[in-house]
Each structure stands twice: as C-alpha cells, then as structure tokens.
C-alpha cells in the first residue's frame, strides 16, 4: 500500500480581496477537500501500520497533519458569508493557521479570530466597526431588516469579546459611537486578536 507525500503548496488558501459569497465558498470547498484527504491518508497510514503487524492499536496513535494556511487582507463584506467560513474553519479537523497581511477589517476580524494561530506582519491595519444596513421598503420590512443587523451585530461583537482581550467597554463604545476604530499589529497583539507579529 503506497502512502503519498502532502504537497505542503497545496494547503494555502489566499484570500485578497471581500468577504463575499463566492470567495468564501472556494475557500470552504478547500477545507472540505483537505479534510477529506487528510482522513483518508490517516487511514492508509493506520493500514500499513496494522499490516505490519505492530503490537499497537495504530487508530489509537494521533497524527497531526500539516496545517491549512490561509493568507488573509480584506476590507470585510458579508456577515453570512464570513460567518460560513468562520465556522468551517473552527470545525476544520486540520488546523488552519492564519497570516494577516495589509489589512484585517470588518468581517476580516471575525475569520481571523476562527484560527488559532494568527500572525500578521508589522504594517497590517486592523479595523472593528458596527455592521451597516441598507434597509428600504416598507416600514414593517425595514424594520425586520434592522432587527436582522442588530442579531448580527450581536455575532460579530460577541465573537470578538470572547475570542480577544478588548475590554466589553472598549465594543460597547464602538457600537455606541458608530465610529471605526483603527489600530495597529502591536495593538493587535496585546488585545489578543493575533498570536505573533511577523
């Protein structure tokens, strides 16, 4: 039984540009793809190992597999779209390593923060904001809309409270003002929201 090499190139994932449906659906497939080969090289390893007569219960012995890079600069965009690859990424039995570069913005925060082992480089800007609305209509559909942003408000807040060391004061003042709030890859670090600058 022949086990393949992992082609380490073809565990990156580079995401450049919105966080829109499609791009977070090519990434998604991409975990996915990896997952699946992952598990089947585990089992053709765990099939060699018990053909070889080890003394040893060898679907007992943990192989780490090589992580899953995702290069990431985005000024934000969807909520849904983020949130679909924030959880694909949290529930990826690969790990998925994240490096940040220019700019981590908006949605950008919540998929870095999916990751847990994020690094940026030193001139990469980070950006937290309250999500917008485009609400228009009717008064009963235009308030169904704004109910449906404060519900995702309240995701991509919440996310960023427990995953980081920003103080609740510091997102409430955010959300209070309705300002963007800039900041730096030192800054960055010491709220917790990377793990290593570059």
């Avoid at 220019?102 to 800007?125: E, F, H, P, Q």
């Avoid at 807040?157 to 890859?185: H, N, V």
Wanted: proline fraction near 2%; charge should be negative; glycine fraction near 6%.
């Amino acid at each position: 039984m022949e086990i393949k090499e992992i082609d380490l190139k073809e565990r990156t994932i580079t995401i450049f540009n919105d966080v829109e449906e499609g791009t977070m659906a090519t990434a998604i497939e991409k975990i996915f793809q990896i997952n699946r080969e992952d598990e089947e090289w585990i089992k053709n390893v765990q099939n060699v190992m018990a053909a070889s007569g080890a003394k040893f219960n060898p679907s007992k012995i943990d192989i780490e597999m090589p992580h899953i890079q995702i290069l990431l600069s985005t000024y934000g965009g969807c909520v849904y779209d983020g949130l679909s690859l924030y959880d694909a990424i949290k529930n990826s039995k690969t790990e998925v390593d994240i490096t940040c570069f220019g700019k981590i913005m908006s949605m950008g925060i919540v998929l870095l923060l999916a990751s847990k082992t994020r690094k940026a480089y030193r001139n990469t800007t980070f950006m937290i904001h309250e999500g917008s609305s485009g609400a228009i209509g009717k008064v009963s559909d235009m308030e169904d809309s704004i109910d449906e942003s404060k519900r995702l408000n309240d995701i991509y807040f919440g996310i960023i409270e427990s995953e980081t060391k920003i103080p609740k004061a510091k997102l409430d003042e955010i959300r209070k003002r309705r300002k963007d709030w800039y900041f730096t890859a030192e800054e960055a670090l010491e709220y917790g929201l990377i793990t290593e600058i570059i």
